[in-house]
T-cell receptor
Framework: AQSVSQHNHHVILSEAASLELGCNYSYGGTVNLFWYVQYPGQHLQLLLKYFSGDPLVKGIKGFEAEFIKSKFSFNLRKPSVQWSDTAEYFCAVTATSGTYKYIFGTGTRLKVLA | GAVVSQHPSRVICKSGTSVKIECRSLDFQATTMFWYRQFPKQSLMLMAT?????????EQGVEKDKFLINHASLTLSTLTVTSAHPEDSSFYIC?????????????FGPGTRLLVL
């Protein structure tokens, strides 16, 4: 079955700490991978995406993610978090053709303490 | 660019009534729109995919007679929750794929919180 797992449901960090959020997927075939962020009271926004090429992708606001095909992983990282990064983060996967339906992970709620 | 709006943002209704939620792409034409449901502390679950001018494709387990989807134009899709019951209370989110943009990327609306009393 196709699925996306985010093992960290809640993460609390102090400002300037480094962040890594795990994302593993189970999907037959080649995939496109996404990280979305949902700030409190706002809609989902795209942080970054991987389609092909360099497995290390850089997104907005200093976020990056690395696609490791052998581990079926697409972990999100940020070297130094800020209070404004407090949000919920969702990993998602789609096929590389067809309807491009998203399968989302359960989300990770990040709280950054000032 | 690529802004998606939803209306209303919140709605409270009585059990047994129907509720219509609109999803609009404001600055682009949406070839495909998606409807998701998000339960508290859970992920977004895809309910259905709709293409302009054709019938929606529902995911397994989603009652198409309960959740009516209409995608009459390239900028508007509606979700009608018919004969709503308290268990239909949830956060409903739409997204859209843009014509002439990467088909893999979806743009999300802000969501509609439905509370059925």
């Amino acid at each position: 079955a196709q699925s996306v797992s985010q093992h960290n449901h809640h993460v609390i960090l102090s400002e300037a700490a480094s962040l890594e959020l795990g994302c593993n997927y189970s999907y037959g075939g080649t995939v496109n991978l996404f990280w979305y962020v949902q700030y409190p009271g706002q809609h989902l926004q795209l942080l970054l995406k991987y389609f092909s090429g360099d497995p290390l992708v850089k997104g907005i606001k200093g976020f990056e993610a690395e696609f490791i095909k052998s581990k079926f992983s697409f972990n999100l990282r940020k070297p130094s978090v800020q209070w404004s990064d407090t949000a919920e983060y969702f990993c998602a996967v789609t096929a590389t053709s067809g309807t491009y339906k998203y399968i989302f992970g359960t989300g990770t709620r990040l709280k950054v303490l000032a | 660019g690529a802004v998606v709006s939803q209306h209303p943002s919140r709605v409270i209704c009585k059990s047994g009534t129907s509720v219509k939620i609109e999803c609009r792409s404001l600055d682009f034409q949406a070839t495909t729109m998606f409807w998701y449901r998000q339960f508290p502390k859970q992920s977004l679950m895809l309910m259905a995919t709709s293409n302009e001018g054709s019938k929606a494709t529902y995911e397994q387990g989603v009652e198409k007679d309960k959740f009516l989807i209409n995608h009459a134009s390239l900028t508007l899709s509606t979700l009608t929750v018919t004969s709503a019951h308290p268990e239909d209370s949830s956060f409903y989110i739409c997204s859209a794929r843009a014509r002439n943009r990467a088909q893999e990327t979806q743009y999300f609306g802000p969501g509609t919180r439905l509370l059925v009393l």
